[in-house]
């Protein structure tokens, strides 16, 4: 296994780490920034719920591609693809005005932020998937 594939696994095993925390965050309703991306505004508990759902989906799907990368290239890249229409998705809400933070433009940045690290993750996993070059592999989608 190459250096490149090495670093990918352990970025996956993060990953499938992070979004486990994301949703026992949301089925507790422990609101923090970096587990909850809009930890000061009211949602309620079926909001949580279906997010902790969603969560536990993609820790399970960042898990499987862990197992084995090189087998699992299409997962990966669709990792990739619906990472970067979820990042596309919260640019679209931070930038809403009538996005109200009970902590006002502080929070506003403090979303900016958050967005700004999953998309340095999501750049971090696109290197390396595309840095490991798997050479005759075969994929649907990668």
Known sequence: MSRYTRILKASLLVGSAY??????????QTKLPGLYIFYDVPSLVYQDSLIAILAFGWAAFFFTAFT???RNRGL??????SGALAI??????????ELHPVGG???RRIYW??????FLYWLWLLAFHTLAG????????G
Request: net charge negative; proline share 4%; charged share 10%.
């Open 19 to 28: 979004f486990l925390a994301v949703a026992l965050a949301h089925l507790s």
């Open 76 to 81: 990966i890249a669709a990792i990739l693809l």
């Open 105 to 107: 433009e502080a929070s």
């Open 134 to 141: 798997w050479k005759g592999s075969t994929s649907s989608l």
């Open 113 to 118: 932020l958050e967005t700004a690290a999953l």
């Open 68 to 70: 084995a990368p090189e």
């Open 88 to 97: 596309l998705g919260l640019c679209s809400i931070n930038a809403q005005p």
